[in-house]
């Protein structure tokens, strides 16, 4: 089993950056692919992010490609969010989820979630 914990997130100003972090527990780390949700109230989550066991391969959103950085660091089992040119838009919760075997990269379908930081644009 997997524990994650996400940090890193707050009230930051339309075109600034924030960097998220979710360090997971156990041993086991890098038997897990990574990803990045958020949701916003009256929505459904929404696929932010992934990265590979290894970090070796990515998936973004197209509302965040370009601006948004996922990325890991196996030996502190911690995988991160960099946020960059943020938008009001991406107010939300931000959740990290892991999973061994991801059948859908961008779907609900990960094993284990955080329980979510938040995230708040202004203009």
């Known amino acids: 089993q997997v524990q994650l914990v996400e940090s890193g997130g707050g009230l930051v100003q339309a075109g600034g950056s924030l960097r998220l972090s979710c360090a997971a527990s156990g041993r086991t780390f890098s038997s897990y692919a990574m990803g990045w949700f958020r949701q916003t109230p009256g929505k459904e989550r929404e696929f932010v992010a992934a990265i590979s066991w290894s970090g070796g391969s990515t998936y973004y959103a197209d509302s965040v490609k370009g601006r948004f950085t996922v990325s890991r660091d196996n030996a502190l089992n911690t995988v991160y969010l960099q946020m960059n040119s943020l938008k009001p838009e991406d107010t939300a919760v931000y959740y990290c989820?892991?999973?061994?075997?991801?059948?859908?990269?961008?779907?609900?379908?990960?094993?284990?979630w955080g329980q979510g930081t938040q995230v708040t644009v202004f203009s």
């Open positions: 989820a892991a999973d061994r075997r991801p059948s859908d990269w961008y779907g609900m379908g990960y094993d284990y």
